[in-house]
């Protein structure tokens, strides 16, 4: 059984910090997509960021490029979402999911339907 489990969520001040971290078992992290997604109360879920494990190749959202950085631990299973420079506008929900085909995260753009999804983490952001 597939389970991704995210952490790292939090209060912080608008121009603050956190790193999200998504653990993952019962799968094996190569050739994969992680990616990030969120949802704020009242909007749509958004694709934030992904990471192509096999490559590296990663995606950003153009709100959150140069504050956000995604990177993996394949031998942790793990992939973090360092966050930088937090908006309110970043406050939501947000959540890890794992899709088993690698392309559904490209340099350009990501996919919304991911396989395996975990139950999410609240980000709030103070201004």
């Known amino acids: 059984e597939v389970r991704l489990v995210e952490s790292g969520g939090g209060l912080v001040q608008a121009g603050g910090s956190l790193r999200l971290s998504c653990e993952a078992s019962?799968?094996?992290?190569?050739?994969?997509?992680i990616g990030w997604f969120r949802q704020a109360p009242g909007k749509g879920r958004e694709g934030v960021s992904c990471?192509?494990?096999?490559?590296?190749?990663?995606y950003y959202l153009d709100s959150v490029k140069g504050r956000f950085t995604v990177s993996s631990d394949v031998t942790k299973k793990k992939v973090y979402l360092q966050m930088n420079n937090l908006k309110p506008e970043d406050a939501a929900v947000y959540y890890c999911?794992?899709?088993?085909?690698?392309?559904?995260?490209?340099?350009?753009?990501?996919?919304?339907?991911?396989?395996?999804w975990g139950l999410g983490t609240q980000v709030t952001v103070s201004s």
């Open positions: 999911a794992l899709d088993l085909i690698p392309g559904s995260c490209r340099r350009d753009s990501m996919d919304d339907m991911y396989d395996y």
């Open positions: 019962g799968v094996r992290f190569a050739d994969y997509s």
């Open positions: 990471i192509r494990d096999n490559d590296e190749t990663t």
